[in-house]
Protein backbone atom coordinates (compact mmCIF):
# COMPACT_ATOMS: atom_id res chain seq x y z
CA UNK A 1 0.00 0.00 0.00
CA UNK A 2 2.87 2.36 0.98
CA UNK A 3 4.57 1.69 -2.18
CA UNK A 4 1.40 2.77 -4.56
CA UNK A 5 0.48 5.63 -2.70
CA UNK A 6 4.38 6.98 -2.38
CA UNK A 7 5.23 6.28 -5.98
CA UNK A 8 2.41 4.95 -8.57
CA UNK A 9 -0.57 6.61 -7.46
CA UNK A 10 1.02 10.43 -8.15
CA UNK A 11 1.94 9.08 -11.43
CA UNK A 12 -1.68 8.24 -12.32
CA UNK A 13 -3.20 12.20 -11.21
CA UNK A 14 -3.39 12.64 -14.50
CA UNK A 15 -4.85 9.28 -15.83
CA UNK A 16 -7.49 8.91 -13.24
CA UNK A 17 -9.04 13.04 -12.63
CA UNK A 18 -9.10 13.49 -17.16
CA UNK A 19 -11.50 10.94 -17.85
CA UNK A 20 -13.52 11.59 -14.67
CA UNK A 21 -13.84 15.32 -15.32
CA UNK A 22 -14.97 14.14 -18.89
CA UNK A 23 -17.59 12.34 -17.25
CA UNK A 24 -18.36 14.82 -14.95
CA UNK A 25 -18.74 17.62 -17.78
CA UNK A 26 -21.12 15.63 -19.80
CA UNK A 27 -23.29 14.33 -17.42
CA UNK A 28 -23.86 17.81 -15.67
CA UNK A 29 -24.34 18.68 -20.09
CA UNK A 30 -27.17 16.04 -20.49
CA UNK A 31 -28.66 17.28 -17.14
CA UNK A 32 -29.38 21.02 -18.65
CA UNK A 33 -31.90 19.08 -20.87
CA UNK A 34 -29.43 21.18 -23.77
CA UNK A 35 -30.07 18.14 -26.51
CA UNK A 36 -33.45 17.42 -25.87
CA UNK A 37 -35.66 16.82 -22.67
CA UNK A 38 -34.84 13.72 -20.57
CA UNK A 39 -37.48 11.68 -18.39
CA UNK A 40 -37.79 11.57 -14.96
CA UNK A 41 -36.19 8.20 -14.86
CA UNK A 42 -33.06 9.56 -16.88
CA UNK A 43 -32.71 12.34 -14.71
CA UNK A 44 -32.55 10.24 -11.90
CA UNK A 45 -30.57 7.88 -13.19
CA UNK A 46 -27.64 10.77 -14.44
CA UNK A 47 -28.50 12.28 -10.84
CA UNK A 48 -26.78 9.20 -9.09
CA UNK A 49 -24.15 8.78 -11.82
CA UNK A 50 -23.19 12.50 -11.03
CA UNK A 51 -23.35 11.69 -7.53
CA UNK A 52 -20.95 8.97 -7.42
CA UNK A 53 -18.61 10.57 -9.69
CA UNK A 54 -18.03 13.32 -7.63
CA UNK A 55 -17.54 10.96 -4.57
CA UNK A 56 -14.51 9.71 -7.02
CA UNK A 57 -13.17 12.73 -7.40
CA UNK A 58 -13.00 12.95 -3.71
CA UNK A 59 -11.43 10.03 -3.22
CA UNK A 60 -8.70 10.71 -6.11
CA UNK A 61 -7.94 14.04 -4.68
CA UNK A 62 -7.57 12.89 -0.71
CA UNK A 63 -6.02 10.05 -2.19
CA UNK A 64 -3.85 11.97 -3.90
CA UNK A 65 -2.71 15.09 -1.36
CA UNK A 66 -2.50 11.96 1.16
CA UNK A 67 0.21 10.16 -1.28
CA UNK A 68 2.01 13.50 -1.67
CA UNK A 69 2.17 14.54 1.91
CA UNK A 70 3.79 10.82 2.73
CA UNK A 71 6.26 10.71 -0.40
CA UNK A 72 7.16 14.27 0.69
CA UNK A 73 6.45 15.73 -3.08
CA UNK A 74 4.27 18.66 -1.57
CA UNK A 75 6.48 21.09 -0.94
CA UNK A 76 5.72 23.53 2.11
CA UNK A 77 3.79 26.09 1.46
CA UNK A 78 5.03 28.34 4.68
CA UNK A 79 3.72 31.75 5.02
CA UNK A 80 2.44 34.47 7.77
CA UNK A 81 -1.66 33.88 8.15
CA UNK A 82 -4.53 34.84 10.92
CA UNK A 83 -5.27 31.64 12.62
CA UNK A 84 -8.52 33.15 13.85
CA UNK A 85 -9.99 33.78 10.77
CA UNK A 86 -8.60 30.53 9.21
CA UNK A 87 -10.49 28.44 12.31
CA UNK A 88 -13.95 30.43 11.63
CA UNK A 89 -13.90 30.02 8.07
CA UNK A 90 -13.40 26.12 8.82
CA UNK A 91 -16.29 26.27 11.06
CA UNK A 92 -18.54 28.01 8.45
CA UNK A 93 -17.62 25.43 6.24
CA UNK A 94 -18.87 22.33 8.35
CA UNK A 95 -22.18 24.14 10.18
CA UNK A 96 -24.45 23.00 7.51
CA UNK A 97 -23.46 19.50 8.00
CA UNK A 98 -23.51 20.25 12.05
CA UNK A 99 -27.06 21.68 11.30
CA UNK A 100 -28.45 18.48 9.39
CA UNK A 101 -26.88 16.60 12.13
CA UNK A 102 -28.43 18.47 15.15
CA UNK A 103 -25.09 18.84 16.28
CA UNK A 104 -24.40 22.50 18.24
CA UNK A 105 -20.67 23.28 17.02
CA UNK A 106 -19.01 25.46 19.53
CA UNK A 107 -15.68 27.01 19.32
CA UNK A 108 -13.25 28.78 22.20
CA UNK A 109 -9.99 30.54 20.92
CA UNK A 110 -7.30 31.50 23.85
CA UNK A 111 -4.78 34.48 23.40
CA UNK A 112 -4.40 33.67 19.84
CA UNK A 113 -1.69 35.19 18.05
CA UNK A 114 -2.75 37.86 15.59
CA UNK A 115 -0.55 36.42 13.19
CA UNK A 116 1.02 32.89 13.07
CA UNK A 117 3.57 30.91 10.54
CA UNK A 118 2.88 27.71 8.95
CA UNK A 119 1.04 25.88 6.10
CA UNK A 120 -2.45 27.28 6.37
CA UNK A 121 -4.00 24.72 3.51
CA UNK A 122 -2.57 21.82 5.78
CA UNK A 123 -3.77 23.36 8.86
CA UNK A 124 -7.44 23.60 7.35
CA UNK A 125 -7.63 20.62 6.48
CA UNK A 126 -6.39 19.71 9.98
CA UNK A 127 -9.07 20.97 11.32
CA UNK A 128 -11.56 20.50 8.72
CA UNK A 129 -11.24 16.59 9.17
CA UNK A 130 -11.36 16.79 12.63
CA UNK A 131 -14.20 18.67 12.85
CA UNK A 132 -16.56 16.61 10.21
CA UNK A 133 -15.31 13.46 11.93
CA UNK A 134 -16.84 14.88 15.31
CA UNK A 135 -19.71 16.09 13.61
CA UNK A 136 -20.32 12.71 11.64
CA UNK A 137 -19.79 10.33 14.85
CA UNK A 138 -21.85 12.43 17.51
CA UNK A 139 -25.59 11.73 17.86
CA UNK A 140 -28.14 14.50 17.59
CA UNK A 141 -28.38 17.32 20.37
CA UNK A 142 -24.53 16.39 21.05
CA UNK A 143 -21.88 19.04 20.88
CA UNK A 144 -18.81 19.43 19.34
CA UNK A 145 -15.78 21.65 20.38
CA UNK A 146 -12.93 23.74 18.32
CA UNK A 147 -10.10 25.21 21.31
CA UNK A 148 -7.08 26.64 20.17
CA UNK A 149 -4.53 28.21 22.08
CA UNK A 150 -0.96 29.42 21.98
CA UNK A 151 1.97 27.08 23.71
CA UNK A 152 4.28 29.31 25.49
CA UNK A 153 6.86 28.47 22.78
CA UNK A 154 4.48 30.77 20.09
CA UNK A 155 2.74 27.19 18.91
CA UNK A 156 -0.69 26.34 18.76
CA UNK A 157 -2.44 23.91 20.32
CA UNK A 158 -5.88 22.48 18.57
CA UNK A 159 -8.35 20.35 20.38
CA UNK A 160 -11.32 19.31 19.30
CA UNK A 161 -13.61 17.69 21.43
CA UNK A 162 -16.90 15.81 20.76
CA UNK A 163 -19.81 13.97 22.46
CA UNK A 164 -19.93 11.33 20.43
CA UNK A 165 -19.78 7.36 20.08
CA UNK A 166 -15.92 7.32 21.35
CA UNK A 167 -13.32 4.86 20.28
CA UNK A 168 -12.40 1.66 22.26
CA UNK A 169 -9.00 1.36 22.83
CA UNK A 170 -8.50 -1.08 20.34
CA UNK A 171 -9.70 0.70 17.76
CA UNK A 172 -7.71 4.05 18.69
CA UNK A 173 -4.40 1.82 18.20
CA UNK A 174 -5.21 1.62 13.97
CA UNK A 175 -7.59 4.77 13.52
CA UNK A 176 -4.54 6.59 11.85
CA UNK A 177 -3.56 4.18 9.64
CA UNK A 178 -4.83 4.50 5.84
CA UNK A 179 -8.30 3.15 4.83
CA UNK A 180 -9.07 2.17 8.57
CA UNK A 181 -12.74 2.28 9.60
CA UNK A 182 -13.64 1.11 12.83
CA UNK A 183 -16.77 -1.19 11.87
CA UNK A 184 -18.04 -1.77 8.52
CA UNK A 185 -21.34 -1.42 9.22
CA UNK A 186 -21.16 1.78 11.21
CA UNK A 187 -19.08 3.22 8.62
CA UNK A 188 -20.82 2.93 5.70
CA UNK A 189 -23.75 4.71 7.39
CA UNK A 190 -21.47 7.00 8.23
CA UNK A 191 -19.59 7.58 4.89
CA UNK A 192 -16.03 8.47 4.81
CA UNK A 193 -13.29 6.16 3.40
CA UNK A 194 -10.98 5.76 5.92
CA UNK A 195 -8.45 8.51 4.36
CA UNK A 196 -9.38 11.49 7.01
CA UNK A 197 -7.61 10.61 9.94
CA UNK A 198 -4.55 10.16 8.39
CA UNK A 199 -4.50 12.99 6.37
CA UNK A 200 -4.40 14.69 9.71
CA UNK A 201 -1.49 12.80 11.11
CA UNK A 202 0.51 12.98 7.75
CA UNK A 203 -0.11 16.72 7.73
CA UNK A 204 0.62 16.92 11.27
CA UNK A 205 3.32 15.74 10.55
CA UNK A 206 5.15 17.66 7.63
CA UNK A 207 4.21 20.49 9.95
CA UNK A 208 6.52 18.68 12.43
CA UNK A 209 3.70 18.69 14.64
CA UNK A 210 1.58 15.38 16.53
CA UNK A 211 -1.45 14.41 17.17
CA UNK A 212 -3.04 12.37 20.04
CA UNK A 213 -5.94 11.07 21.02
CA UNK A 214 -8.05 10.39 24.39
CA UNK A 215 -11.40 8.79 23.95
CA UNK A 216 -13.53 6.34 25.37
CA UNK A 217 -16.71 4.01 23.58
CA UNK A 218 -19.81 5.84 24.43
CA UNK A 219 -17.57 9.31 25.83
CA UNK A 220 -16.93 10.88 22.88
CA UNK A 221 -13.10 11.91 21.86
CA UNK A 222 -10.68 14.56 22.06
CA UNK A 223 -8.02 14.97 19.27
CA UNK A 224 -5.37 17.17 20.27
CA UNK A 225 -2.51 18.39 17.47
CA UNK A 226 0.15 20.32 18.58
CA UNK A 227 2.12 22.62 15.92
CA UNK A 228 4.92 24.68 16.12
CA UNK A 229 5.23 28.18 15.08
CA UNK A 230 7.69 27.72 11.45
CA UNK A 231 8.71 31.22 11.82
CA UNK A 232 12.81 29.97 10.95
CA UNK A 233 12.00 28.21 7.57
CA UNK A 234 10.20 31.13 5.93
CA UNK A 235 14.16 32.35 5.70
CA UNK A 236 15.12 28.84 4.23
CA UNK A 237 16.43 28.74 0.97
CA UNK A 238 14.43 27.05 -1.71
CA UNK A 239 15.72 23.81 -3.58
CA UNK A 240 14.12 22.21 -6.64
CA UNK A 241 14.93 18.90 -7.36
CA UNK A 242 14.02 16.74 -10.89
CA UNK A 243 14.03 13.54 -9.70
CA UNK A 244 11.80 10.35 -11.12
CA UNK A 245 13.19 7.67 -9.38
CA UNK A 246 10.79 7.23 -6.19
CA UNK A 247 13.91 6.10 -3.80
CA UNK A 248 16.42 9.20 -4.16
CA UNK A 249 13.32 11.24 -3.99
CA UNK A 250 12.39 9.80 -0.72
CA UNK A 251 15.95 10.13 -0.14
CA UNK A 252 16.37 14.02 -1.28
CA UNK A 253 13.08 14.70 0.73
CA UNK A 254 15.05 13.32 4.07
CA UNK A 255 18.05 14.93 3.59
CA UNK A 256 17.25 18.21 2.66
CA UNK A 257 14.59 18.36 5.08
CA UNK A 258 16.47 16.99 8.13
CA UNK A 259 18.61 19.60 7.23
CA UNK A 260 17.09 22.90 7.46
CA UNK A 261 16.51 23.10 3.01
CA UNK A 262 13.07 24.26 1.82
CA UNK A 263 12.74 21.42 -1.08
CA UNK A 264 10.02 20.79 -3.85
CA UNK A 265 10.82 17.81 -5.67
CA UNK A 266 9.27 17.46 -9.08
CA UNK A 267 9.30 14.11 -11.50
CA UNK A 268 8.98 15.34 -14.48
CA UNK A 269 9.52 18.72 -17.14
CA UNK A 270 6.28 20.19 -17.16
CA UNK A 271 5.78 20.18 -12.89
CA UNK A 272 9.66 21.10 -12.93
CA UNK A 273 8.83 24.10 -15.38
CA UNK A 274 5.57 25.23 -13.35
CA UNK A 275 7.73 24.88 -10.28
CA UNK A 276 10.38 27.41 -11.55
CA UNK A 277 7.88 29.87 -12.79
CA UNK A 278 5.58 30.27 -9.43
CA UNK A 279 8.24 29.00 -6.65
CA UNK A 280 11.31 30.81 -7.47
CA UNK A 281 13.96 28.24 -6.09
CA UNK A 282 17.21 29.71 -5.04
CA UNK A 283 19.00 25.83 -6.21
CA UNK A 284 18.01 23.60 -9.21
CA UNK A 285 19.20 20.28 -8.37
CA UNK A 286 18.60 17.46 -11.92
CA UNK A 287 19.07 14.52 -12.30
CA UNK A 288 20.18 14.10 -15.61
CA UNK A 289 17.57 11.99 -18.11
CA UNK A 290 19.38 9.82 -19.57
CA UNK A 291 17.62 7.62 -23.36
CA UNK A 292 19.61 4.36 -24.28
CA UNK A 293 22.77 5.69 -22.01
CA UNK A 294 23.09 8.98 -23.80
CA UNK A 295 22.59 11.90 -21.56
CA UNK A 296 19.77 14.03 -22.35
CA UNK A 297 20.37 17.58 -22.00
CA UNK A 298 17.26 19.44 -23.22
CA UNK A 299 15.50 20.12 -19.44
CA UNK A 300 18.64 21.82 -18.56
CA UNK A 301 19.06 23.66 -21.32
CA UNK A 302 15.32 24.81 -21.53
CA UNK A 303 16.28 25.91 -17.84
CA UNK A 304 18.85 28.25 -18.80
CA UNK A 305 16.59 29.66 -21.51
CA UNK A 306 13.85 30.08 -18.99
CA UNK A 307 15.85 31.74 -16.51
CA UNK A 308 17.09 35.52 -17.35
CA UNK A 309 19.65 35.47 -14.68
CA UNK A 310 22.71 32.80 -15.06
CA UNK A 311 22.60 33.46 -11.07
CA UNK A 312 20.75 30.23 -10.72
CA UNK A 313 22.77 27.47 -9.78
CA UNK A 314 21.92 24.13 -11.29
CA UNK A 315 24.10 21.32 -9.56
CA UNK A 316 24.06 18.48 -12.47
CA UNK A 317 23.69 14.54 -11.17
CA UNK A 318 24.59 12.57 -13.81
CA UNK A 319 25.08 8.42 -14.14
CA UNK A 320 27.96 9.45 -16.81
CA UNK A 321 31.52 10.09 -16.00
CA UNK A 322 33.51 11.38 -18.78
CA UNK A 323 35.60 14.25 -19.01
CA UNK A 324 33.73 14.78 -22.66
CA UNK A 325 29.98 14.36 -20.36
CA UNK A 326 31.45 16.61 -18.00
CA UNK A 327 32.41 19.41 -20.09
CA UNK A 328 29.25 19.22 -21.65
CA UNK A 329 27.30 19.42 -19.08
CA UNK A 330 28.69 22.72 -17.82
CA UNK A 331 28.21 24.31 -21.70
CA UNK A 332 25.05 23.47 -21.39
CA UNK A 333 24.49 25.41 -18.60
CA UNK A 334 25.42 23.15 -15.15
CA UNK A 335 27.37 25.12 -12.63
CA UNK A 336 28.41 22.33 -11.07
CA UNK A 337 28.16 18.21 -11.56
CA UNK A 338 28.00 14.80 -9.60
CA UNK A 339 28.33 12.10 -10.28
CA UNK A 340 26.60 8.65 -9.18
CA UNK A 341 26.05 7.27 -6.83
CA UNK A 342 27.07 9.74 -5.05
CA UNK A 343 27.28 10.40 -1.14
CA UNK A 344 25.05 12.26 0.55
CA UNK A 345 27.48 14.18 2.77
CA UNK A 346 29.36 15.52 -0.66
CA UNK A 347 25.61 16.13 -2.09
CA UNK A 348 24.89 18.24 0.90
CA UNK A 349 28.34 20.09 0.78
CA UNK A 350 27.73 21.07 -3.12
CA UNK A 351 24.13 22.38 -2.09
CA UNK A 352 25.23 24.52 0.77
CA UNK A 353 28.40 26.26 -1.33
CA UNK A 354 26.56 26.09 -4.89
CA UNK A 355 23.80 28.57 -1.87
CA UNK A 356 26.75 30.19 -0.41
CA UNK A 357 25.57 28.91 3.06
P1 LIG B 1 -13.44 8.46 7.44
O1 LIG B 1 -13.11 9.37 6.30
O2 LIG B 1 -13.98 7.16 7.02
O3 LIG B 1 -14.23 9.12 8.54
P2 LIG B 1 -11.18 8.70 9.18
O4 LIG B 1 -9.75 8.32 8.95
O5 LIG B 1 -11.47 10.14 9.32
O6 LIG B 1 -12.03 8.06 8.02
O7 LIG B 1 -11.69 7.95 10.47
C1 LIG B 1 -11.47 6.55 10.61
C2 LIG B 1 -12.45 5.94 11.57
O8 LIG B 1 -12.23 6.46 12.88
C3 LIG B 1 -13.90 6.31 11.27
O9 LIG B 1 -14.43 5.44 10.32
C4 LIG B 1 -14.53 6.14 12.64
O10 LIG B 1 -14.81 4.78 12.87
C5 LIG B 1 -13.45 6.56 13.61
N1 LIG B 1 -13.57 7.97 14.08
C6 LIG B 1 -12.93 9.06 13.60
N2 LIG B 1 -13.26 10.17 14.29
C7 LIG B 1 -14.13 9.77 15.24
C8 LIG B 1 -14.84 10.46 16.30
N3 LIG B 1 -14.70 11.78 16.50
N4 LIG B 1 -15.65 9.71 17.08
C9 LIG B 1 -15.80 8.38 16.90
N5 LIG B 1 -15.16 7.67 15.94
C10 LIG B 1 -14.34 8.35 15.11
Not at 7 to 28: A, M, R
Not at 72 to 80: D, K, P, S, Y
Not at 90 to 104: D, F, G, R, S, T
Amino acid sequence: MKELLGSILPNLTHELKTPLHSILTLVQLLLTEADGPLTEEQKKQLGMVLRNSEHLLELISELLQYSSLESRTRALVIEEFEPETLFDAVCEAIQPLAEKNQVILERDYKQLPKQFVSDRTLIRQIVHNLLSNAVKFTPPSGVVYLFAETTAEGGLILEVVDSGIGIPPEVQKRIFEEFYQAESGESRRFGGVGLGLSLVRAASQALSGSVELRSEAGQGSLFRVLLPSLEEQLKRPKLLVIESDPVLRLTFGELFTANKLDCKIVENRAEALEALASWHPALILLDLPTVKGEADYSLLKEFRSQVASKELPIILISPLDSPKERAQGFQFGASDYLVKPFDNAELLARVRSSLRL
